[in-house]
């Protein structure tokens, strides 16, 4: 078991990383995020870790969103690149990002236009990663301070206690995008993939670090906060609406269809990119979903696929018994 680093310190004969010097690439994804995206720009200038680079594709913005962003980059040594994204929504737009393999660093960290990052968001994550093999594929990812469209703060997100892991990620993506930094061979990950017919970047990023058998740690304290528009309500986790909308979805197969898009997706894999135990795992998942209903219970119990809630495994085996999954 690898032992943790404390900032810069090594522990117990850890190899010592310098962690200040490490190169950061911040990926954003923007469209029409004007409203709010100085005060995320000004959070990822506040950040206690330094060397980062911003590299922003604007999905089409007609509002002062990227103006915002130039008058950004001349004003900050940072270097800040925009470009143009490929007009077919949120995750597509992150993973034009992702997939490139010119932008190249030590690390990379998704972010929102509207959230508003911790200060020491990146040093955190920079610290736990750097105890990831550089070979190893590692990503960090965690809780959020929920705010209102305002910037309010009403709580935070739930804490999840099971461990991560691939039979976790076929069903619930762990970590909001905000939250997730990466180290390059989770990147090289996503650039062998080299797809974007998946459902969610975040999700489909967890699915591949996972699967690959690289390590993925959730951190249980908040870092940074998350802005909650009404349109991603559901993101929180929270309150009897969001679970209301949960089981709405299953019902109407919208979560079928999303299993469809990433089981297809894991399926093109090549066969390298996935351990073999994973690949099982995989196999049985895709027979849950087909066959009859006592063969449905079976495949989904042998598979091993859970949520990180009661709730959320509740209703995981509805879904398969409605043949929902």
């Known amino acids: 078991m690898l032992r ?38 000004k959070s990822i200038a506040d950040q206690t870790h330094e060397n980062w680079i911003l590299v922003v594709s604007d999905d089409g913005s007609s509002d002062e969103t990227v103006a915002k962003l130039e008058r950004f980059a001349k004003t900050h040594r940072q270097k ?54 550089a070979d190893v594929p590692g990503m960090y990812c965690g809780r959020t301070e929920l705010m209102t469209i305002d910037g309010q703060s009403y709580g935070l997100s739930l804490l999840f206690t099971n461990p991560p892991a691939f039979r ?19 990147k090289k990950l996503l650039e062998q993939a080299a797809t974007t017919d998946v459902v969610l970047h975040d999700w489909w990023l967890y699915q591949l670090v996972s699967g690959a058998g690289g390590m993925v740690h959730y951190d249980p304290r908040p870092m940074l906060k998350y ?18 909308v949960r ?56 598979s091993g696929v859970y949520r990180q809630t009661l709730l959320g495994n509740l209703g995981l085996v509805l879904a398969a018994i409605l043949k929902r999954i």
């Open 4 to 41: 943790a680093y404390r900032e810069n310190k090594v522990i117990a004969g850890v190899p010592h990383r310098n962690i200040g010097a490490a190169r950061v690439a911040i990926l954003m994804g923007t469209k029409d995020g004007a409203a709010f995206i100085d005060d995320q720009l």
């Open 80 to 133: 800040t690149e925009i470009r143009k994204g490929p007009g077919k929504g949120v995750c597509a737009n992150f993973l034009s990002l992702a997939n490139d393999p010119t932008i190249d660093a030590e690390y990379f960290a998704f972010s929102d236009q509207d959230d508003i990052w911790y200060q020491d968001k990146l040093r955190r994550a920079l610290t736990w990663l750097a105890t990831v093999p």
């Open 168 to 186: 976790n990620a076929l069903v619930q993506s762990l970590g909001g995008g905000n939250t997730m930094v990466f180290n390059r061979a989770a």
């Open 227 to 244: 802005r909650q528009h009404p349109d991603n309500l559901i993101g929180s986790n929270l309150g009897w609406r969001s679970r209301v």
């Open 247 to 302: 089981l709405r979805m299953i019902l109407n197969g919208r979560f079928r269809d999303w299993n469809e898009t990433n089981i297809a997706a894991l399926q093109r894999l090549p066969a390298h990119l996935l351990q073999p135990k994973n690949r099982e795992v995989l196999a049985l998942f895709a027979k849950a979903r087909r066959a009859s209903l006592p063969k449905r219970v079976y495949y989904l119990r042998q």
